[in-house]
């Protein structure tokens, strides 16, 4: 029997009858599963019943889990638009990612030009526009409404297929730079360019937000790969939103994309040409009223033309009055000598509709945006409000007066909606009833939650249009909205204060939340702090403290938030376990920040016991506390030293963060846990974290944290033997670190590529970068940093043998108090003081001080770098069959870990010629990757004198 092909299915109904066999699913689950009846589904696979393109995607595709079959979702798509009689053309897409097998997120929608008119004009300005662009690259068009921009617009980005990018500005929804760069950066992933994610995710658990210039910058550095045409219609939006011009201006003159910018008005864009839009020529308005059949002398069809100043939306509504009332002399001399034509053809035609098409016409105004009306709800709305009526005739006659295009994407030109909204503002209880059956339909149906809570704002419903928003906010938050949800928190606010106080505590919740979302993050607080003042509840009032200390260690006010939470959880009652679980959670951060580790350790332990007592039907709540909290004692078990413990602990975590969902905690763990790895000396397991990490980190967009792995992946690939690729992944995490304001992470980095060029033999080099970054910190830098360059600092002074500065900066290490609080500082301390004894005192002295320090367990760097040292000054007391012996054991143990570095020093040790000096074996142990040290006389010329 021969495969069965997808071009085999001729109708839409054939395939997804096929499709819901092949998934092994009945009418009955496929109803369940996309919420239709079963006699739907039935007169679907029957072809009796038009399938909706925007529900197919939504709700089919997933539900005949067709998400890794993109040529199945193609031809489905392609016959249900073939049913329809319509072109694939203006239909949204949305964005995916995979999170992981099987998984999808959904991060937005990203807007596709509209349809282009059934009867389209080849005008010779589509041409115009073209070359322009192609000449000058970014172009301002303006020109009145109707004139036919978005058409040519929408034509010219046809050519640019999947390459282009479109935006209708419209007031609040997408007025915001939150939304541009979101759908610029959502434009930019579906072609590949995952070094955008960072613009699609959240900033939470305490993490910057990216400043506005490092956003803008990974969206010219994206563009700069693809060549693209950004198209932005509706620009006259812009003449008071700065920002929003700004970033497209800063896109013309830093990309090689081409910008098309439509408006009404024309204003000021730097870097653009301007070109204004007319009407038709001539003949191409003639070709439109010979399409139309318009029966009229070639005298009345030019004074006609000339009338409507040959605008395409004026003669489309003049042609539309014509072929209703005839082309009488009479009504032809009005339209030719009214002064105002164009109200005179909106009275005319719009005031004598039949009763069926008012009403349709009537919903399209009021829902000012494009529908589907072969859809089932927009029918519904209308017949709520204004009762039944022949829906089809209404379609019809819509269309033959030139009112709506296509009515699978019928929208209503903008003379004619201000006209009709006019009218609907004398008949304020059926506009408000059409609003709000709108409303509820983009609510319950989750078509646009922004949109439902304009629609309830315009019905006069404000505590509907707050409550929709409140359901809907966390994918408000995952789409970008916040800034659109914020606005109309905002707006509300005077009405909720006057006439419907009792919700102003929610409202301050849900604003409270959308701000956390936006570049306005620093006034959550505020929010918070208001409706805590509202609060009265014992419990309410401890949620509120919960999601208020929050905001706080969000902006680094880790005291004043510890403060609160013990204050919430004394006066807290002992049985809300849950409440108790999440204070005690939140303290245990709030007291590590301000790095109290006993207290820390006690508040994480406390909170994760807690979880023992909450029903097991609080799944969630219980992994997300043991995760959060957990990973505060791992951290604490990390700087006291608890290597094996802090391991355990945070595999512990990411069992829990899969079990709550913490897609953004996991791969943070994985980044502690590649540490640990590292420390104890594990490179193959470090390694494989690294990548786990990386992974996860580009997932959720953290780039401060993929940026410290680099850090981490460098030390490993010069542990490993590859110094020169060390220092190009370094440079690397020093550019994002710049990039994204991470300078502790910064100064580490670049004192790590000192350290690497040491190894090198590049002495000089290393010291003019420790010079400049500790003149960079100044004395009241960060100490454990000045500690650590300063350490870089001493080695390369000990290498130069300039030992006088040697142990001045040793002292300046010691009169730091973080040297006696931080092992890894004392420990670096102690090394150096040890090899400056033994240059200086001997190999006596050196291993007094030395038997002081105790070998680190395990074979990592500072476990192997003590077990150099051991064997050097065992070299230096002459010793030498037992120096050899220790140098073997070290090659050994080295080799076995994959420490490259250490079995180079530590074979180069054991074939050095007799007559190799003490000097020249330290310039050996720290420079391995040098030309041969055992001809360098430098060290011990310095010595010497």
């Not at 896109?251 to 007319?278: C, D, I, P």
């Not at 002992?574 to 204070?583: D, F, K």
Request: charged share 20%.
């Amino acid at each position: 029997m021969p495969a069965v092909t997808l071009e085999s299915f001729s109708t839409f109904g054939a395939l997804l009858h096929f499709l819901r066999r092949r998934a092994r699913l009945t009418q009955r689950d496929l109803a369940i599963a996309t919420g239709y009846s079963e006699a739907h589904i039935s007169r679907l696979e029957n072809d009796q019943r038009l399938p909706d393109l925007t529900t197919l995607v939504a709700l089919m595709v997933p539900a005949l889990d067709l998400s890794d079959d993109p040529e199945s979702v193609a031809r489905l798509l392609e016959l249900a638009a073939a049913a329809r009689g319509e072109s694939l053309v203006g239909t949204s897409v949305t964005v995916t990612k995979k999170i992981e097998q099987q998984q999808q997120t959904e991060l937005g929608l990203l807007d596709l030009p509209p349809p282009l008119p059934p009867f389209l004009i080849e005008r010779h300005a589509t041409k115009q526009v073209q070359q322009r662009l192609a000449n000058e690259r970014c172009l301002c068009v303006n020109g009145l409404a109707g004139v036919g921009k978005t058409v040519i617009a929408s034509q010219i980005a046809q050519s640019w297929g999947e390459r282009c990018f479109w935006l209708s500005f419209t007031p609040t929804i997408s007025l915001s730079s939150e939304i541009l760069i979101r759908q610029l950066a959502l434009f930019l992933l579906s072609h590949g360019d995952e070094q955008v994610e960072p613009l699609l995710h959240l900033p939470r658990d305490g993490e910057a937000s990216l400043s506005f210039e490092r956003q803008l910058g990974l969206l010219i550095n994206g563009l700069q790969q693809i060549p693209a045409l950004l198209c932005f219609d509706n620009a006259q939006l812009l003449i008071e939103q700065p920002q929003l011009r700004l970033i497209i201006e800063q896109l013309a003159q830093k990309t090689t994309s081409q910008v098309l910018v439509l408006s009404r008005e024309q204003f000021n864009l730097q870097g653009f040409s301007y070109w204004s839009l007319h009407g038709l020529e001539l003949v191409e308005a003639q070709r439109l009223l010979t399409h139309y059949g318009t029966q009229l002398s070639p005298n009345h069809s030019q004074q006609l033309i000339e009338r409507t100043q040959a605008n395409p939306a004026l003669l489309r509504l003049s042609i539309g009055l014509l072929s209703d009332r005839g082309a009488d002399e009479a009504l032809m001399q009005h339209l030719i000598d009214e002064p105002h034509i164009a109200s005179f053809v909106l009275d005319q035609m719009l005031g004598q509709l039949p009763s069926s098409s008012e009403r349709l016409l009537a919903l399209l105004t009021v829902a000012a945006q494009p529908l589907n009306l072969h859809a089932e709800w927009p029918m519904e709305c209308s017949f709520a409000v204004d009762g039944p009526y022949q829906w089809q005739q209404a379609m019809s006659d819509l269309t033959r007066r030139q009112l709506i295009d296509a009515p699978s994407h019928a929208n209503v030109l903008p003379l004619v909606q201000e006209y009709i909204y006019a009218q609907l503002r004398s008949q304020p209880s059926r506009r408000k009833a059409l609003h709000q059956q709108l409303a509820r339909v983009f609510e319950d149906q989750r078509i646009d939650p922004i949109r439902a809570a304009q629609h309830y704002l315009a019905a006069g419903d404000v505590p509907a249009a707050l409550n929709s928003l409140q359901q809907q906010l966390d994918p408000l938050m995952n789409q970008g909205l916040s800034s659109a949800a914020a606005a109309i928190l905002q707006s509300i606010r005077p009405t909720i204060e006057q006439q419907h106080p009792e919700l102003l505590f929610p409202w301050l919740q849900s604003y409270g939340e959308f701000l956390m979302a936006t570049s306005q993050a620093s006034e959550a607080e505020a929010m918070y702090r208001e409706a805590l003042a509202l609060a009265w509840q014992p419990n309410q009032r401890a949620h509120l403290v919960w999601r208020l200390t929050g905001a706080m260690l969000h902006r680094n006010q880790a005291a004043a938030a510890q403060t609160l939470l013990e204050q919430t959880i004394a006066t807290l009652d002992s049985r809300e376990v849950r409440l108790h679980g999440l204070l005690q959670m939140a303290l245990s951060k709030a007291i590590l920040m301000q790095s109290q580790f006993a207290l820390a350790r006690q508040a994480a332990e406390q909170a994760i016991a807690l979880t023992n007592q909450l029903e097991p039907e609080a799944i969630m709540t219980i992994a997300e506390i043991r995760a959060r909290a957990g990973g505060t004692l791992a951290i604490v078990q990390q700087y006291t030293g608890e290597v094996d413990a802090s391991i355990q602990t945070w595999l512990d975590v990411i069992a829990q963060t899969r079990i709550a969902r913490l897609e953004r905690v996991r791969p943070r763990a994985f980044v502690n846990l590649a540490n640990l790895y590292y420390t104890k000396g594990d490179l193959n397991r470090a390694e494989a974290t690294i990548d786990e990490a990386v992974t996860g980190l580009r997932r959720i967009g953290d780039v401060y944290a993929q940026a410290r792995m680099q850090h981490t992946q460098a030390i490993i690939q010069m542990m490993r033997g590859q110094p020169q690729a060390a220092l190009q992944t370094l440079e690397q995490a020093c550019a994002i670190k710049q990039q994204i304001d991470d300078q502790q992470g910064w100064y580490n980095s670049r004192n790590q590529i000192a350290m690497t060029l040491l190894a090198l033999g590049q002495t000089e080099q290393a010291e003019a970068i420790a010079q400049n970054l500790l003149h960079m910190l100044g004395e009241g830098g960060e100490p454990f940093f000045r500690g650590v360059i300063l350490d870089t600092l001493a080695l390369g002074q000990l290498l130069r043998g300039d030992l006088r500065s040697v142990r001045q900066s040793l002292d300046r290490i010691a009169a730091m108090p973080i040297a006696q609080s931080n092992n890894l500082l004392r420990m670096a301390w102690e090394r150096r003081s040890v090899l400056l004894m033994l240059l200086t005192e001997g190999a006596e002295h050196a291993r007094t001080v030395f038997s002081h320090s105790l070998p680190l367990a395990g074979n990592g760097e500072i476990a192997l770098d003590h077990a150099c040292l051991d064997a050097l000054i065992t070299q230096a007391s002459g010793d030498v069959p037992a120096a050899q012996r220790q140098w073997q054991q070290l090659a050994q143990r080295a080799a076995s870990n994959g420490y490259e570095y250490y079995r180079i020093v530590a074979e180069a040790q054991l074939q050095a010629p007799s007559h190799a000096s003490l000097h020249q074996r330290v310039l050996q142990m720290h420079q391995p990757f040098a030309p041969d040290c055992w001809h360098q006389p430098a060290l011990a010329q310095a010595v010497n004198k």
